[in-house]
């Protein structure tokens, strides 16, 4: 927080983690159970990254300037309780969780005015609202006062099967894990700045326990934290 910014009103939970290591869905959902606003801060370099996509032109062409002009056409506004980014008015849909999105949305996230773009993003949207908020930096750059942090883990084959039996519906074979799974080891290789842990955050290994596990024990904390605000949780 600057210096001179007001002190925060609400409740902030930072939740970071690397690639596909399910911190958008566990945010998501803890959110509902507690009844926050769940910010998506991966959703904007989604969004950045789709503006460029639907531009044309080869990635390695793409600027920190044409990206962050890029950025005028994206809004980024609560829709119910979670906050969703639309692109010239228009949500978008599965197209920002699409192969080619995903595909460059690491050089994009490394761009430092792409990041700046959407850390103030996530700030505004945090400046009304308690919220959940996740993404790779959230606990280190963005809220390093959040009233909770958490960081979420799991072995590289474990996130290559969740992602792909997302993407496919179907449990993937062994072959396609293994090509997912070194598709992730270099994913983290290039985000490593950006998933460091902060050294106040409550790790969470999720390999060997489910999502439901792993929100119930989020959620719990979420409670204890509001107890120490003086407010109580209605599930």
Do not use: C
Not at 26 to 46: F, N
Not at 59 to 81: C, L, M, N, P, Q
């Amino acid at each position: 927080m600057p210096p001179d910014a007001a002190p925060r009103k609400h409740i902030v939970i930072a939740i970071d983690g690397p690639a596909a290591s399910g911190k958008s869905s566990t945010a998501h959902w803890v959110a509902q159970r507690v009844g926050y606003h769940h910010v998506d801060s991966g959703a904007l370099y989604r969004a950045a990254t789709l503006v460029q996509l639907r531009r044309g032109g080869p990635a390695d062409e793409w600027t920190e300037e044409s990206v962050v002009d890029g950025t005028r056409f994206i809004e980024y506004a609560a829709k119910g309780a979670t906050f969703t980014p639309v692109i010239d008015g228009k949500p978008v849909g599965e197209e920002l969780r699409g192969t080619d999105v995903t595909k460059h949305v690491s050089r994009v996230a490394k761009m430092l005015r792409v990041r700046d773009w959407v850390n103030e993003r996530v700030r505004v949207a945090a400046h009304d609202h308690d919220v959940v908020v996740d993404g790779r930096d959230m606990g280190t750059v963005v809220f390093p006062d959040a009233d909770l942090k958490v960081f979420l883990i799991a072995d590289a084959w474990e996130r290559a099967r969740r992602r792909l039996v997302q993407r496919f519906a179907r449990s993937p074979t062994d072959d396609e894990i293994a090509e997912e799974t070194d598709s992730i080891a270099h994913r983290d290789a290039k985000d490593a700045v950006q998933t460091a842990r902060a050294s106040d955050a409550v790790l969470i290994d999720t390999t060997y326990i489910t999502q439901e596990d792993q929100v119930d024990r989020i959620v719990a904390l979420v409670k204890a934290v509001a107890r120490r605000h003086g407010r109580e949780l209605a599930e």
